[in-house]
């Protein structure tokens, strides 16, 4: 299948064409903030919310000050919980990239490349590789990829606010892969328009990610240009592309406003006759 990330045509983008590589985030830093915000049911979790905050507190403050907690509302309880436990350096052991299954969408190119001004990479990848073998570079990825590294890739699930996810204080102080899958795997139903799909990978070290991660730069099929892309980008993305081996494998269109509907039309951009050649 083929995946697609929307991207800003700026010097980072340009440079992670060049090198065949991807950016891998760090969940705190995505714009849906529920990414960072586990559901608990503080009732059925006040004790061992309680028993561990007063573990984790019991060098710093004095016995008095810690038998106080027993009297912290569920508000305070959560807020305390929520600021001690889900702001942590193990969230920088995994690394999140982000794709969606479809080129076209205007609020995509709106919100995630530039205002139409960016581009939209195509990228193949197989269903069934679910541990990313066939679409990562592992070779060139030894730094910053574990010998038992999670690698995952997965379609994001759209709920209504009664199906949000459930989580234990035991799985969010854990904070492991499956954790990690658990909440980065649903959203709420309004992000549908964006048929996300998302990899994570993994590391036993803390702080490795965010990182620039390799793919295989034959697994790049597609580069669509947005509809307000300045022929100067556009003749940037070909110089720096052409030289790859790869560049033969690379389909090129630009999106261009419908002018009867709300549509983006996806035209083919010809190797030969393209903006690159008119520039020189």
């Known amino acids: 299948m083929i995946l697609y990330k929307y991207a800003p045509l700026d010097g980072h983008t340009v440079e992670n064409l060049r ?9 705190e830093n995505f714009n849906d903030p529920f990414d960072i915000y586990p559901k608990l049911d503080i009732e059925k979790e006040r004790e061992p919310l309680l028993s ?20 912290l509302s569920d508000e305070e309880i959560f ?9 942590n350096e193990s969230s920088t052991k995994y690394g999140i990239t982000c794709f969606s299954k479809i080129r076209g969408n205007i609020l995509m190119w709106s919100h995630y490349a530039d205002k139409h001004s960016g581009i ?6 197989d269903e069934d590789d679910k541990c990313l073998k066939n679409f990562l570079d592992n070779d060139r990825n030894a730094k ?43 959203k709420y139903k309004e992000w ?4 996300e799909v998302r990899i994570m990978v993994g590391n036993d070290k803390q702080g490795i990610f965010p990182a620039q991660i390799y793919y295989q730069p034959q697994r790049l099929k597609e ?45 083919p951009i010809s190797k030969d006759e393209s903006k690159l050649t008119k520039l020189k």
Request: with cysteine; net charge negative.
């Open 120 to 125: 939209c990479m195509g990228f193949e990848i």
């Open 79 to 87: 807020n305390t919980f929520h600021q001690k436990y889900t702001y």
């Open 144 to 186: 910053f990829l574990s010998d038992n590294n999670a690698c995952k890739l997965f379609p994001i699930k759209y709920v209504d606010n009664n199906e949000r996810p459930d989580f234990t204080f035991k799985e969010v102080r854990t904070e492991n892969n499956d954790f990690m899958y658990k909440i980065l795997s649903t």
């Open 223 to 267: 580069i669509i240009f947005g509809a307000r892309t300045s022929d100067e980008d556009i003749s940037k993305v070909f110089k720096v592309l052409k030289p790859l081996p790869c560049f033969d494998l690379i389909s090129f269109a630009q999106a261009k406003l419908n002018r009867y509907n709300y549509v983006l039309d996806i035209e």
């Open 19 to 27: 090198d065949s590589k991807l950016y891998f985030n760090i969940r």
């Open 52 to 71: 561990a905050l007063k573990k984790d507190l019991m060098y710093k403050y004095s016995p008095e000050f810690i038998e106080t907690i027993d009297t």
């Open 192 to 195: 549908s328009y964006e048929q």
